[in-house]
């Protein structure tokens, strides 16, 4: 599974920006999809993810209200919509996907893209 990221960017606060992660190869074997984002001097951290099986999103309290992820299976492409953009989600994004081979969860991560929120 190969995994690109685009629509990362500079913005100003109150902004929006929709991110954007192309998945191909063995994607039909993907078992979820997640955007995580890590800051300068922190650690990763998952954004967004829909639990398999629901219809159930997780989103880390700080996004919620502000972020959507969604995603087209004929396009094999996730999304991160993010609006009313703050300093503190200035981060390198990461989409990630789980492959779920011979019972075991491998992890999947595109090259990343960096957001910037301006104040």
């Known amino acids: 599974v190969q995994l690109v990221e685009s629509g990362g960017g500079l913005v100003q606060a109150g902004g929006s920006l929709r991110l954007s992660c192309a998945a191909s190869?063995?994607?039909?074997?993907?078992?979820?999809m997640g955007w995580y984002r890590q800051a300068s001097g922190k650690q990763r951290e998952l954004v967004a993810m829909?639990?398999?099986?629901?219809?159930?999103?997780y989103y880390t309290d700080s996004v919620k209200g502000r972020f959507t992820i969604f995603r087209d299976r004929s396009k094999s492409t996730l999304y991160l919509q993010m609006n009313s953009l703050k300093p503190e989600d200035t981060a390198v994004y990461y989409c990630?996907?789980?492959?779920?081979?011979?019972?075991?969860?491998?992890?999947?991560w595109g090259q990343g893209t960096q957001v910037t929120v301006s104040s």
């Open positions: 829909p639990t398999p099986g629901t219809d159930d999103t």
């Open positions: 990630n996907a789980r492959r779920d081979h011979l019972g075991v969860l491998l992890d999947y």
């Open positions: 190869g063995n994607t039909a074997s993907i078992a979820a």
